[in-house]
């Protein structure tokens, strides 16, 4: 069992950043990817950026390219988002999700990851 803890969410003006933390325990070695999800108010959860545990390689949703960063740290066991000119449409529910299938997938497809954190609010005043 892998289990998963966001935090760094929080209140940011528009044009401000956050770094989100996603903190994995348990089996983590099962791990092959993680990914950010987010769901805003009155809207379906949508991914956000998605990395290979092993390897590293990054995906991103189009609209996230350019504004956010993802990241991981091994050792730590951990995966980051870095968000840049933060927009309002940016509030949300930021969830992570781990993946511990070895196979081809689809990074942005929510059912593809069978592990999620509870989420973080992120807040994006006008």
């Known amino acids: 069992q892998v289990q998963l803890v966001e935090s760094g969410g929080g209140l940011v003006q528009a044009g401000g950043s956050l770094r989100l933390s996603c903190a994995a325990s348990g089996r983590t070695s099962s791990i092959f990817a993680m990914g950010w999800f987010r769901q805003g108010p009155g809207k379906e959860r949508e991914f956000v950026a998605a990395i290979s545990w092993s390897r590293g390689n990054t995906y991103y949703a189009d609209s996230m390219k350019g504004r956010f960063t993802i990241s991981r740290d091994n050792a730590k066991n951990t995966v980051y988002l870095q968000m840049n000119s933060l927009k309002p449409e940016d509030t949300a529910v930021y969830y992570c999700?781990?993946?511990?299938?070895?196979?081809?997938?689809?990074?942005?497809?929510?059912?593809?990851?069978?592990?999620w954190g509870p989420g973080t609010q992120v807040t994006v005043s006008s």
């Open positions: 999700a781990a993946r511990r299938v070895i196979a081809t997938w689809t990074p942005g497809a929510s059912r593809e990851y069978d592990t």
